[in-house]
Each structure stands twice: as structure tokens, then as C-alpha cells.
């Protein structure tokens, strides 16, 4: 009887091995444990799990608010009025943060966030506008040296021109002043340009110096901006996180070149133009489904993974064949075997939907449902491919992003939903 189990089990493991060799042609997508739940963490006490869901609120709030510091000092010069707090919260002149995602391990927590600096693209436009350059930190000083030129050179040249036709300038005076006497005249013909050309020149000198002015707090303002990102002042926010985890805390901050890119910071935007305005709904979402840019992909087509990591095989050594641009068969070979074979790193599609209290009159008498997309949510490599992916969350398929944000207007509640695809 076990000579037979033997025989029986042999032959059954070879033809498992068989049956598995065929079946993988493709490395499968998993996605992340913290995009499952936000927050991956295993504990042998299960109380200390309740206090969890509180404290990732508490320190989502931490670190928005320090996302969003300002400089009063700085912005009274830029502003006759200063802005109300209220205002301030609405306004999209702010950096998106989304919600976070949290890795638990015994003696640290790796925090991910992704960020969309608003306020960075505002000062930049601003300052493209009111000076004609676009890289304020290589084009500083030629601007700054053209301003001092006009002034020291372009200016004196006016004068100079001014005193030539003097007589012609005191002439067109006369006509305001009335001087009855000529001989006055002739003796204070002098002063009378003098006066003239003071007030010129202090003019020209004022407006030039006005403006070099506004470009100093600017590039004060992105200073400041800047440096949130810093070591030496993340350390500080650091040091209130670890109290609340009793652990060190480790961030993985990634910027967003777009803020459809993300669908928390997607949903925050629109939630913030509507409760300003709920009357241009259409106008908004309209607007943003405008500026969505989807790439276009073959859903047919496929290629298996292995085919192509067979060739990094017969490279000696395929990193420095990276670094090395005389081997460019090699680094091509890589690129496609690698890089090009990252699951979701295109935009698919993007739908959003908004539900609630939106009319355009003060009595909200029923609720208003608006839907916009652009593009699909569909899963490529499961629906066209043929090849089982993963599901989250019980039903969230793995190439989607969701989110969920509520807010209130003058007549009531409303909600967002925002999908964000890959491909």
C-alpha cells in the first residue's frame, strides 16, 4: 500500500509541474496591502487596534495643516485686505494632500502621501505674466540687471531729449501756471523744467522699484513653499507623529505633475469650487473632464513576460549597461523587459459623479445627480487579455483608484464620488 501512495503521489506532482509551466506566462499584479485598507498592520493585543482609525484622522489633519502654512508679514505686502479664514480653507490656492497610507512594522511607520503643489504653479504663472520669463532662478539676474539699466540709461536719455525741447515743454506748463510777467519767466525758465524733470525721474524710478519689489516677495513666497519639503523641517513634524505612534516615522512623499492623477486630490478640488459656487456645477466638471488627457493603449495586443526577460539572461551585467550608453541593445532590452511592463502607470479613465443639494435656487425642493467621464474603467488584462487580476476591497478592481468626499452649501449636503482607471 505505500509502495502505491508513492507511485500515486509521483505522478501526480509531475503532472501539477506540468500543468503549472503552461499556466504561467505572465507575472501576476499585486498590489500593495496598504492599498487594501490604508493601514497594514498585525498586532497581538487586538485593543490597540481601536485606537487606530482616530489617530490616522488626527495625523491626516497634522500633516495638511502643515502643508498649508502662510506667511502673514509676506502676504500683507502682496493684498490691501487680508483674507478671512473662511475664504482661506475654499480657496485652491493651497497644496492637495491625499489620504494616507500607512505600514505598520514593530519599530517604525512608513507613512505615503501624494501631493499636488498648487500653490507653486500660481506664483510661477504670476510671475510669467508680470516679468516675460519662465525660469525665475537661471533668468533672475539678467532681468533684475536689464530693470537697473532702463532706469540708469533709458531714463537719463529721456531727460537729456526733455532739455533739448525745453522751451517747448515750458510753453505747454505756462498754459496750466499762467505766469503774467515774462520776465518771471525767463528768470525762473529754469526751475520750472528742473521740476519737471524731478518729478520724471522719481516716477520712473518708483514704478522700477515697485515691481522689483513684488519680485522679491514672490520669490520669498516660493522660498517658503519650497522648503516644506525639506529634511530639516519635516523633522519637526516628525517629532509630533512619533509621540502619537510611540515609533519612528519614515515619509514617502511623491508630487503629482497633475491632479487628476490622484482621486482624493480630485474630489477635494471640485468639492471646494462647488461649495464656493454650486450654480457653475456643469461649468466645473465640464471643464476638468477638458483637461483629463487619457493615453491610448492596444488592448489586443500582448507580449509575455518571460520572452523578454530571456534576454536580460544573456546580459553580463545589466546595470551597468544602464549607466553605459555604448550597449544600447542591452539598455533597450531592459527598458521593454522592465520598465515598460509596470502595471497602471498610463491614465485609462476618469469618471466622477456628484449627488445632493445643487440647484441653482436657495430652496433645494429635490436632489440634483450630475455624471461626467472621460475614457473607461476597465480592466485590460482581465476583461480583453484574458489574465486573472486581483480584486480589493471585496469589489474594487486593482487598476482603480476611489473616493468618496461629502460637504455642505447654504441649502444642504452634497456628495463626490471620483474613479480614477489604469492601464
Do not use: C
Not at 491626516?60 to 493684498?79: A, T, V
Not at 516644506?228 to 514617502?252: A, D, G, H, S
Not at 487579455?385 to 482603480?400: D, M, P, Q
Request: glycine share 2%.
Amino acid at each position: 500500500m505505500l509502495n502505491l501512495f508513492k507511485l500515486y503521489t509521483k505522478k501526480i506532482n509531475k503532472n501539477i509541474l506540468v500543468n503549472i509551466e503552461k499556466k504561467i506566462d505572465y507575472y501576476k499584479y499585486f498590489p500593495v496591502s496598504t492599498r487594501e485598507w490604508n493601514n497594514s498592520i498585525y498586532v497581538f493585543n487586538k485593543n490597540t487596534l481601536a485606537l487606530i482609525p482616530q489617530s490616522t484622522i488626527s495625523i491626516i489633519k497634522l500633516i495638511r495643516g502643515y502643508f498649508n502654512i502662510y506667511n502673514l508679514n509676506i502676504e500683507r505686502h502682496m493684498r490691501k485686505a487680508r483674507l478671512l479664514s473662511r475664504l482661506r480653507r475654499l480657496s485652491s490656492h493651497k497644496t492637495y494632500v491625499s489620504s494616507g497610507e500607512f505600514k505598520h512594522t514593530n519599530d517604525k511607520v512608513i507613512i505615503t502621501l501624494y501631493t499636488y503643489n498648487r500653490q507653486k504653479y500660481n506664483y510661477l504663472s504670476l510671475l510669467k505674466k508680470r516679468y516675460n520669463f519662465s525660469n525665475f532662478n537661471t533668468k533672475m539676474y539678467k532681468k533684475l540687471k536689464k530693470r537697473f539699466y532702463l532706469i540708469k540709461y533709458k531714463g537719463l536719455n529721456y531727460l537729456k531729449k526733455a532739455n533739448i525741447d525745453r522751451y517747448i515743454l515750458i510753453k505747454n506748463l505756462n498754459k496750466f501756471n499762467k505766469v503774467k510777467n515774462k520776465n518771471i519767466m525767463d528768470k525762473y525758465k529754469s526751475l520750472y523744467i528742473n521740476d519737471y524733470l524731478i518729478k520724471f525721474y522719481k516716477k520712473w524710478v518708483k514704478n522700477s522699484l515697485q515691481k522689483i519689489k513684488f519680485y522679491l516677495y514672490y520669490k520669498q513666497l516660493l522660498y517658503i513653499n519650497e522648503s516644506k519639503y525639506n529634511y530639516t523641517y519635516l523633522e519637526i513634524l516628525k517629532n509630533y507623529l512619533e509621540k502619537i505612534y510611540n515609533k519612528k516615522v519614515e515619509f514617502n512623499l511623491i508630487n503629482l505633475k497633475y491632479h487628476y492623477l490622484n482621486s482624493d486630490i480630485l474630489s477635494e478640488s471640485i468639492t471646494l469650487k462647488i461649495t464656493k459656487n454650486r450654480k457653475k456645477l456643469l461649468k466645473y466638471l465640464n471643464r476638468l473632464i477638458i483637461k483629463v488627457k487619457i493615453h491610448k493603449t492596444n488592448k489586443n495586443v500582448y507580449e509575455h513576460n518571460l520572452n523578454k526577460l530571456n534576454l536580460i539572461k544573456n546580459i553580463n551585467d545589466p546595470i551597468e549597461s544602464l549607466f553605459n550608453n555604448k550597449n544600447r541593445t542591452d539598455v533597450e532590452s531592459i527598458k521593454s523587459a522592465v520598465l515598460e511592463e509596470i502595471k497602471y502607470k498610463h491614465l485609462g479613465g476618469v469618471r466622477l459623479e456628484a449627488y445632493g443639494r445643487l440647484t441653482r435656487r436657495y430652496t433645494a425642493s429635490r436632489s440634483v445627480s450630475k455624471l461626467k467621464y472621460k475614457g473607461n474603467l476597465i480592466n485590460i488584462d482581465s476583461s480583453y487579455r484574458g489574465l486573472s487580476t486581483v480584486i480589493l476591497k471585496g469589489n474594487i478592481r486593482s487598476n482603480l483608484q476611489y473616493s468618496k468626499l461629502n460637504s455642505k452649501t447654504r441649502i444642504g449636503a452634497f456628495g463626490i464620488k471620483s474613479w480614477v482607471s489604469g492601464n
